[in-house]
């Protein structure tokens, strides 16, 4: 992977144009231009005649991508709406168009050269290929939504399912079927085959309009060719500076300013500068990350990985202050008789402990909620907008993390956790929510640990 990248990098290192190669660009052009001048005696109707056949090739052409385009939209949206909705006319409208020869017929009529029929004749070995993953899924939607009998067409009829998906049921069907429908590697065959299809369908369109815009050029030039010529020239002149303007001048300005505010710069212009990006862009990655580790050892606590003291009172301090309700809720943590298991077990397994501690109390509690440990074996957790009825759900919440504790195998001890809640009000600080959290968990001690108290609560 890491040699992938790495020649990835140096490949993307060698493209755009070098500065030295735009200037003989520009000349050459300039050159070509007023050579151009002694060329003057071709015939005028027959590339008039040329310029209306081009003309015409290229809006058929266009025509015809658009009709080969929609029809493979139409496909992806029938098969989207039949995995939705389970609706058979879906179903019916999506093989409808994979066996109407509207885009045979597109493809025909395009104007391809024999090297673009065999590009395309690959873009369609790959189309069957999501046909037939298309069909797998329909497969298993009608199953789903009990669909059998001569409303399937053939297809799906004949489309096998493997012996664990004939067990499945229907909701396992439709389920698989969302799964498969959304799954990266059939959205990545899907982006590769509408990008070749654009690929192909854009290089067409270039060739012909290249050779429309050519014969236009051509015909302009002999119905008055040296004033044309002039106007060439300048608008060679025009795009040479605006290139320059965009490519050189303009990148350097946005460079400064991304420099003076610290932020990684965009790949963009000239070879030179790429290159300088590419320099400055790995430098400036280098030093993010040595910053987040910088800040992520601040914040964490080495052992857990869950914050320590000061990033928790920090957070929780500034929820407090914005808090408009009195409906945050404190539990402050103690692991009863830790002193136990490392006079019993050795510190690496009271280590151990502490790691489960703060792994259990992470998969038992949201997202949103704060998690940390404040040294020892004390620990604590902010619960923000949790309404007070609701409070027997943390309790059994505890409960059950006690549950899973008090009953762990070996080579863990059994132990348990004793836990002081407390809820905010408006208007309190951090300390202030800590010292009844704190006294709550001293009655909790004083009353045979393994639990939890509110405080206040009878």
Known sequence: MADTTKGSKKKREKRGIHIMTLTVIMLVMITASCAIMFVSNYNLKK????????????????HQSQILEDSIAYMSEQLQNFVITGNATYMNNYFNEVNSPSRQNAIDKIGATDEEKKQIKGIQVRLDSLVLRDTHIMKLVSRAHNIYGGSLPDEIVNTPLSDEERKMSPSQWQSLAENLITAQDYQDMKNRINSDIDRFLNRILARQNQKMLDEEKSLEQRIQYQQILCCIVTGVIFIACAFLYLQVIRILKAYSVNILRNKPLNRKGVYELRSLADAYNENWEAKEQKEKKLQKMANHDALTGIFNRGAFEKSVSERLLTAEQDTGLFLL????????????????????????????????????????????????????????????????????????????????????????????????????????????????KEHGRCGCRVYGEE
């Open 333 to 444: 943590i103690d692991v009863d008789k830790f002193k136990l298991v490392n006079d019993n077990y050795g510190h690496d397994m009271g280590d151990k402990v502490l790691k489960l501690v703060a792994t259990t109390l992470c998969e038992h509690f949201r997202n949103e909620d704060v998690v940390g440990r404040f040294g020892g074996d004390e620990f604590a957790i902010w619960i923000p907008s949790l309404p007070k009825e609701h409070i027997r759900y943390i309790k059994e919440r505890i409960q059950d993390i006690n549950g899973y504790l008090t009953t762990l195998e070996k080579p863990y001890p059994q132990f348990s956790l004793s836990v002081g809640i407390a809820f905010s009000q408006r208007g309190d600080s951090f300390h202030q929510v800590y010292t009844r959290a704190d006294q709550a968990l001293y009655i909790v």
């Open 47 to 62: 590339q008039y005649a040329d310029v209306i056949a081009s003309d015409d090739a290229y809006k058929n052409t266009q």
